[in-house]
């Protein structure tokens, strides 16, 4: 009897163990994590865990089923043959072209190739070589997305002419812009930790039908890591964990990813903390102009202007930052999918470094240093997001998701000027909820629905006062949006259809409805503005075009796509008071109305056998309405006291019409076993109605990759370009920024080209153990990115190992 029940259990263990598959690299034979399995697009997936194990419930009638993973090849297999094989499927690494699988575009995953927008993907093994401090960072290493910093704490990506509230950022389905993202440059993305990110694309142009307002550069899309379950009862554990340094600001991180999971419950752990310390800048071609020669300090309750011993040290620049995710997955049966995310991102006190270089004139003379004080207080990210999934299907979807978030956001600045005893502090809160329902839905054997609804709520509170440093006693200030009630909502419905003529050919096309309410009040009118009450009550239509035809005789790819965007006025550009620059103060505007973005852009992409690829994508956008910031007139004034001196006004205002255009190219060639080259180049121009240059067109810049690969090893070596753009192609709102920029012969402000070289080594010890290394900026030249209010760092030895159990 017990014989017989031994062989009964055994028998069982022999079913279920054939229920499962194990991928493995065809190199090296190791397990292959991350990879993506499903049996038709857009169906449920499944995605092997740390020792390449999926489960394949569901599977066995399935005549062919995907694998897929962003750095391997693509493979397609009947559930029959992958019997036969033992159910060990080898995959092969790829040193071609990545066929992602995307969600970004329809919010559901879909190939990339059938997605008619450009896109710029990075898998989570790109993340980990890429080794970059920040979110910000990690977007540029794309070599198509330009980052602006103000300071070390910063990252403002530029993507087609657009940044700041111009350009949408999305973290699991849900949308991190809120009502006070500025016009101008902002470092919200780094919120974002590198490291808990399973990947991240960026969509360009207008994504306005799928996300709404501020899509209209594109979208940013991060995934983190979801819980992974196990494909056995038994609760089974794995973690990974990182340590890096890095000379220029001598970071220090530490990061540590525990996931436990069980057949129907996960969880995920992840925490970074990172301390950068003042940055080191280049020493070759020096600028004056970039050095850090004169910093404050306050020695016996006196401010004190020393000059620095160590100019190519920029002095009060480093910061801190801790980043917490928690996340809970319950998968009770295989067509529902429930699970939790808490996301913590805090800061220390982080200085706004283009104001401390600040003079009170033009001559940069040691004693006129404008502040003795300007800095960030701790900025704080914490999202709770709770995401439902259906793929049980009926007549009305074949799956269903509900995202459910609240997030909430504090932001502080904090400025004393010279020799002044008054430090200056504003605070802002936003508590932001939103509710998603999208819907995906098969329409016979070649057609895809998606639809959905969003509503959004933002409630801000703004608060001011002005301090004594000495006495601390606090007295009313001018608050940086209304003190009294600040509310913003956004209601929509969108609907996408995606037809295949072919396996060949896919129509995609759009259309959604944005409604917007913003309501805010002044209570204390400190500033006696003429207006206190501030609303928008609007509605915009959006909608998308794209054609995607595939040759494979010609191994060639083309796109079109056609899309319209739009930004509604939020609380940041309707009702915010500001000093944007020395002498000029930023005052509200209650007749501001959405502006319009109309885009068309086409690629083309081309192989050549397996030796060569090609990618060139050219667009147009035409932008209606834009809001821009513009002279002004406050109750008939063009000059106001503010903060002391006498400020020259200014608003958003909308101006007629503004257009952007550019080109982007991407190409790569294999030279021997794993030995290729690869560079992108961009190159983008825009002007407002009156001739004017647009503030956020980044000039031309380029980078070119030398990478080996092969088993255990890679390594890359890599040269980033920055093309010049002089005085003249320079917005009118950088022209007069001389303590940021280069002068020319003729003293006028200008940006230099510049360019660096790079190298970055990886190598994998064992199936735990990754180690890393490299040099960025290897010859040391100095230079400073456009806009930017600090120089870029010096050369930087960046040292990491990476352990996974």
């Avoid at 450009?118 to 910000?136: E, K, W």
């Avoid at 960030?376 to 049980?392: A, D, H, I, K, L």
């Avoid at 419905?493 to 396996?503: P, R, T």
Wanted: hydrophobic content about 35%; glycine content about 8%; proline content about 3%.
């Amino acid at each position: 009897m017990r014989l017989f029940l031994f062989l009964f259990v055994f028998s069982l263990a022999i079913n279920a163990v054939g229920q499962q598959v194990q991928v493995v690299n065809s190199e090296t034979g190791e397990p292959v994590s991350d990879v993506v399995i499903f049996y038709n697009v857009g169906s449920q997936s499944v995605i092997t865990n740390s020792k390449g194990v999926a489960p394949l419930e569901g599977f066995k009638t399935a005549k062919k089923i995907l694998f897929q993973h962003a750095s391997y090849v693509n493979k397609t297999i009947g559930y029959q043959k992958l019997e036969n094989m033992g159910f060990v499927l080898p995959m092969e690494p790829s040193n071609f072209k990545l066929n992602e699988v995307t969600i970004a575009a329809n919010k559901w995953e879909q190939n990339s190739e059938q997605v008619p927008n450009q896109i710029a993907f990075l898998s989570r093994r790109q993340v980990d070589f890429g080794n970059a401090q920040t979110s910000a960072d990690m977007l540029g290493q794309t070599g198509q997305v330009f980052i602006q910093k103000s300071q070390l704490g910063g990252g403002s990506p530029m993507i087609r002419g657009f940044s700041a509230n111009a350009v949408l950022i999305v973290v699991d389905g849900v949308r991190m812009n809120n009502a006070i993202f500025r016009g101008g440059n902002l470092q919200n993305v780094i919120n974002i930790d590198p490291n808990s990110l399973e990947s991240a694309e960026v969509v360009f142009g207008p994504g306005s039908v799928m996300y709404g307002s501020d899509a209209l550069g594109g979208v940013m899309d991060f995934h983190t890591m979801k819980p992974r379950l196990t494909t056995v009862d038994t609760f089974e554990i794995t973690g990974r964990a990182m340590l890096r340094y890095a000379s220029a600001n001598t970071e220090n991180t530490l990061h540590a990813n525990i996931n436990g999971g069980s057949k129907k419950w996960a969880f995920r752990t992840i925490a970074t903390y990172s301390k950068f310390g003042d940055l080191t800048i280049g020493k070759s071609k020096s600028r004056n102009s970039y050095l850090r020669n004169h910093f404050v300090k306050r020695v016996n309750g006196v401010d004190s202007i020393f000059n620095s011993t160590k100019p190519y040290l920029m002095e009060v620049s480093g910061y801190e930052q801790m980043n917490f995710m928690q996340k809970v997955r319950f998968r009770p049966h295989q067509h529902f999918d429930f699970e939790y995310g808490l996301h913590v991102s805090s800061t220390s006190d982080i200085p706004r470094f283009d104001r401390l270089i600040q003079y009170n004139d033009k001559d940069n003379v040691p004693d006129t240093l404008k502040y003795a004080k300007w800095y960030y207080g701790p900025q704080e990210w914490v999202m709770n997001n709770f995401q439902m999934t259906c793929s049980r299907g009926n007549a009305f979807f074949d799956q269903a998701r509900i995202i459910a978030a609240h997030q909430y956001f504090r932001e502080s600045r904090h400025s004393r000027k010279l020799q002044s005893l008054d430090l200056k502090e504003q605070t802002e809160q936003v508590n932001a909820y939103s509710l998603n329902v999208d819907f995906d839905k098969m329409a016979g054997k070649t057609g895809e629905f998606f639809y959905g609804v969003e509503y959004v709520f933002n409630d801000v509170n703004s608060q001011a006062h002005q301090k004594n440093i000495i006495t601390t006693i606090t007295s009313p200030e001018q608050t940086r949006y209304p003190d009294g009630e600040n509310q913003f909502q956004t209601m929509a419905l969108y609907a996408s259809y995606k037809h295949g003529f072919s396996q060949n050919i896919y129509l995609t096309s759009g259309v959604r409805y944005s409604h917007v309410l913003l309501s805010s009040k002044v209570e204390n009118n400190l500033m006696n503005l003429p207006e206190t009450n501030y609303s928008i009550n609007a509605g915009a239509t959006t909608g998308s075009l794209g054609l995607v035809t595939i040759i494979p005789q010609y191994q060639m790819r083309l796109a079109a796509n056609l899309s319209s965007g739009f930004r509604a006025p939020n609380l940041d550009d309707v009702a915010k008071v500001f000093d944007s620059e020395p002498g000029v103060v930023i005052v509200p505007n209650n007749q501001l109305s959405p502006e319009y973005a109309y885009n068309a852009d086409v690629s083309i992409q081309k192989e050549f056998g397996r030796v060569a690829y090609l990618s060139l994508t050219a667009f147009y956008t035409f932008v209606n309405n834009a809001i821009v910031r513009r002279n002004f007139m406050l109750d008939g004034q063009d000059s106001i006291m503010y903060n002391g001196e006498l400020s020259e006004v200014k608003a958003n205002v909308n101006t007629g019409e503004a257009t952007i255009y550019g080109v982007s190219a991407d190409a790569r060639v294999f030279l021997v076993d794993g030995l290729s080259i690869r560079s992108s180049a961009n190159w983008i121009h825009g002007r407002d109605d009156a001739g004017e240059p647009l503030r956020h067109v980044a000039p031309f810049f380029a980078t070119a990759h030398v990478t080996f690969e092969q088993k255990k090893l890679m390594a890359d070596f890599y040269v980033k370009y920055n093309g010049k753009l002089t005085h003249n192609n320079m917005a009118l709102t950088e022209k007069d920024k001389n303590y940021m920029y280069a002068l020319d012969g003729n003293g006028q402000t200008y940006s230099p080209a510049w360019e660096t070289f790079n190298f970055n080594v990886q190598y994998q010890i064992n199936s735990c153990l990754l180690i890393s290394a490299g040099v960025e900026n290897i010859f040391d030249r100095q230079y400073r990115p456009y806009s930017s209010g600090i120089p870029a760092p010096g050369r930087n030895i960046i040292l990491s190992m990476r352990y996974r159990f």
